[in-house]
C-alpha cells in the first residue's frame, strides 16, 4: 500500500529533519508514528500526502506519486480545519464537492456519513456552535465522505479532553471495521497508539528515525474495555520503554 | 431592550443639553446670528428649505454611494489580483498606499480638469480616496488563510479557481467589511471635498459641498448649519448601513459579528 524508501528530508543547509527512512504499510494496517517532538512525524506523514517533497528516497502510494494519490488518500489535520461559514453538512460535502460529485449523491453521502459519527441533529449548524468533540468528528466525517482507502491523521485528538479523545477512539475503530481504510497516525499518546493500532513506530530525534518498530497484537475488533485487560497495560509498559530508549539515545 | 432604550435616553439627554448649552452662549456673549444662529434658526432653516437640502443631499448620496460601491467592486478584483502572487504585491502594494497619501485637495483640480465639473468628476474622487483601505483589507483577509486549510484543499485536488473562490475570498469577507466600513466614512467626505472644486455644473444641481460653499458666500449661516447637519446625517446613515449589511452577511458564523450582538 504505502512503501517509504531511504526517504530524506532536510531543510535548508544542514537541518536533518529525516534520515533514511524505509517502511513498508501494507493494506489494512493501522499505524502509529509516535516520538519526541521534533522526530518528523508530522513531516513523514506530509511526505506521504505529497504536501512536502522529499530531498532524497522514493515514495509510492498503490504504485503511484503521493500527488497522484491523492484521489485515495484523506488527511486529518491537527484542528479540526472547518470552514466557518459553511454549516456543519456543508462542510462535510466539501471534498465531494471539490472533486465535482454531483449534487444529488453528494447530499446522500454526506447524511450518511453525518449518521455514522452521530450528528445528523447537527447538520445545518455553524462550527463555531460545536464543542471541540464534535468539530473533530465532523472532521472526520468530511475525510471519510470521499471513501478514501488511505487516511493520514496528524495528532487529530490531541486538543481533545482525555473523555471525548477515548470515546473518539472507539468511534474511529468502528468505523474502520465497517469501512476498512488503511491508517496512519501520528500522536504523543501511548495509550492512544496502543489502542488503536495494528503496529507502532517509535521515532528518535536528531535526525528523525526509526528507532523500533512494535506490532499491537491485541484482538480485533477493539472496545472501550480493553483498556482495563493486563494484556492493554503490557504493552502500553513495552511502548512507553521504547520511547523512553528513543529519547536518551 | 431596556438598556438600548437607556442609551438612547442618555443620547438624547446630552443632546438636549448643548442644545441649551448653545442658546446660553448665544445669550450671554450676544454673537450676531450671522456668525452663530441659533438652534431655532438651523431648524427653521431646515423646513424652509427642505426641498433643496433634500436634493443637495441626495445628489451628495449618490456621488459618495456610486464611487463607494466602484471602490468595492474595483478593490475586490485589484485584491484578487495581489494574492495570486507574493511577487506581484511587492512591486505593487506601494501604489496603494501612493493612493491613501495623495492629497486628495490637491488632485481634485485635476480630475476637474479631466473629467469637466458634476457629478462623475465627484464620484471619482470618493472612489479613488475609498480605493485603498478596500485594497488592503482585502487584500490582507486572501492572503492570511491557514496553510492547514490550504493542504485540505489541495488534498481535495482543488484547482486554483476553487482555492480563490471558495477558501480564499469567503475568508477575506469579514475583512472586506472592516474595509468598507472605513471607506464609506471617507467616500462621504472625499464627496463634500469634491464638490468644493467640482461641484456644479448647472445652477441648482450642487451637492451638499457646493452648497455650503454658496451658503458661506452668502452668509446664510443657518442654512450652512442646515447643510452640515444633512452632511453629518448621511456619513450616519452610510455607516449604519454598513454596519447592518456586515451583521446581515456575518452574524451566523463569524465572531466579531457575535460580539456585536451581545454589545
Redesign the interface.
Known amino acids: 500500500m504505502i512503501e517509504l524508501s531511504g526517504l530524506t528530508k532536510r531543510y535548508g543547509a544542514g537541518q536533518t529533519i529525516l534520515e533514511s527512512i524505509n517502511l513498508t504499510i501494507s493494506k489494512g494496517e493501522f499505524v502509529s508514528f509516535i516520538g519526541p517532538s521534533g522526530c518528523g512525524k508530522s513531516t513523514a506523514l506530509k511526505l506521504i500526502a505529497g504536501l512536502a517533497v522529499p530531498t532524497s528516497g522514493t515514495i509510492s502510494v498503490e504504485g503511484m506519486t503521493p500527488k497522484n494519490a491523492r484521489e485515495v488518500i484523506s488527511f486529518i489535520f491537527q484542528d479540526a480545519t472547518l470552514l466557518p461559514w459553511r454549516t456543519v453538512k456543508q462542510n462535510v460535502g466539501l471534498g465531494l464537492e471539490l472533486e465535482g460529485v454531483e449534487s444529488n449523491r453528494r447530499k446522500e453521502k454526506t447524511s450518511q456519513l453525518l449518521e455514522l459519527v452521530g450528528l445528523q441533529h447537527m447538520s445545518d449548524a455553524y462550527p463555531r456552535e460545536l464543542s471541540g468533540g464534535m468539530k473533530m468528528r465532523v472532521s472526520i466525517a468530511r475525510a471519510l465522505a470521499t471513501s478514501p482507502r488511505l487516511l493520514l491523521m496528524d495528532e487529530p485528538f490531541a486538543a481533545l479532553d482525555e473523555m471525548s479523545r477515548d470515546r473518539l477512539n472507539e468511534q474511529l475503530l468502528r468505523l474502520r471495521d465497517e469501512q476498512k481504510w488503511t491508517a496512519v497516525f501520528v500522536t504523543h499518546s501511548v495509550a492512544e497508539a496502543v489502542f488503536l493500532s495494528t503496529r507502532i513506530v517509535v521515532l528518535a530525534s536528531n535526525p528523525g528515525r526509526i528507532h523500533t518498530m512494535l506490532p499491537i497484537e491485541l484482538p480485533l475488533p477493539r472496545t472501550a474495555a480493553l483498556r482495563d485487560t493486563p494484556e492493554f497495560e503490557a504493552c502500553v509498559m513495552q511502548v512507553s520503554h521504547a520511547l523512553r530508549a528513543a529519547l536518551v539515545q | 431592550m431596556k438598556q438600548q432604550l437607556t442609551t438612547l435616553a442618555n443620547a438624547l439627554g446630552v443632546f438636549a443639553a448643548l442644545l441649551v448649552l448653545w442658546q446660553l452662549v448665544l445669550w450671554v456673549f450676544h454673537i450676531p446670528k450671522y456668525m452663530l444662529p441659533s438652534p431655532w434658526a438651523v431648524a427653521r432653516a431646515v423646513g424652509a428649505r427642505f426641498p433643496s437640502l433634500l436634493s443637495a443631499l441626495s445628489i451628495t448620496a449618490v456621488e459618495s454611494g456610486a464611487g463607494l460601491a466602484a471602490s468595492i467592486v474595483v478593490g475586490v478584483i485589484v485584491a484578487l489580483f495581489f494574492a495570486q502572487s507574493r511577487w506581484v504585491r511587492r512591486m505593487l502594494y506601494p501604489y496603494t498606499i501612493l493612493l491613501q497619501t495623495v492629497p486628495i485637495v490637491a488632485i481634485a483640480p485635476l480630475i476637474l480638469m479631466w473629467v469637466g465639473a458634476g457629478t462623475a468628476a465627484v464620484a471619482l474622487i470618493a472612489f479613488i480616496i475609498s480605493l485603498a483601505p478596500i485594497i488592503a483589507n482585502t487584500t490582507q483577509g486572501l492572503v492570511s488563510v ?1 496553510e ?2 490550504v ?8 484547482t486554483r479557481s ?1 482555492l480563490l473562490f ?2 480564499r475570498l ?2 477575506a ?1 469579514p475583512s472586506l467589511f472592516v474595509g468598507i466600513r472605513i471607506a464609506s466614512g471617507i467616500s462621504v467626505i472625499g464627496a463634500i471635498t469634491g464638490e468644493l472644486y467640482a461641484g456644479s455644473s448647472s445652477v441648482g444641481g450642487g451637492g451638499l459641498g457646493y452648497s455650503i460653499l454658496y451658503a458661506s458666500s452668502q452668509l446664510q449661516t443657518d442654512y450652512l448649519f442646515a447643510l452640515v447637519l444633512a452632511a453629518t446625517v448621511l456619513g450616519f446613515s452610510f455607516f449604519f448601513l454598513v454596519m447592518f449589511l456586515e451583521w446581515y452577511f456575518l452574524h ?4 466579531s459579528a ?1 460580539k456585536m450582538e451581545v454589545e
Open positions: 491557514e492547514n486549510l493542504h485540505l484543499f489541495l488534498m481535495h485536488n482543488a476553487q471558495k477558501l469567503p475568508h469577507v451566523r458564523w463569524h465572531e457575535l
